[in-house]
Nanobody, 114 residues
Framework: QVRLVQSGGGSVQPGESLRLTCVASGINFKLYGIAWYRQAPGKERELVAYISSSGDTNYTESVRGRFTISRNNVWTRVNLQMNDLKFEDTAVYYC????????WGQGTQVTVSS
């Protein structure tokens, strides 16, 4: 049974940092790419960052240079380090893996406000 369990998130002020973690179980983790998505109120879910099984990364333009995705295959986790957070980063963040089907984490709220 595939599970993705998220942690991290919270409420911060603009310019501050947060780190999200997604721990996977039930899959041969090192074989799969992992993505982070987010969904802001009233908006569609969007891809934020992706890391391939080989460690290649890509980011949506709005977070490039501020967010860093990384993976630890020993601990079967993916981190999303979010620096210089902006109001528009406020959303529920989800990790995602495409195995035999798509699996999602439970979602983590990130709120950036002054």
């Amino acid at each position: 049974q595939v599970r993705l369990v998220q942690s991290g998130g919270g409420s911060v002020q603009p310019g501050e940092s947060l780190r999200l973690t997604c721990v996977a179980s039930g899959i041969n983790f090192k074989l799969y790419g992992i993505a982070w998505y987010r969904q802001a109120p009233g908006k569609e879910r969007e891809l934020v960052a992706y890391i391939s099984s080989s460690g290649d990364t890509n980011y949506t333009e709005s977070v490039r240079g501020r967010f860093t995705i990384s993976r630890n295959n020993v601990w079967t986790r993916v981190n999303l380090q979010m620096n210089d957070l902006k109001f528009e980063d406020t959303a529920v963040y989800y990790c995602n893996v495409r195995a035999n089907r798509v699996f999602w984490g439970q979602g983590t709220q990130v709120t950036v406000s002054s």
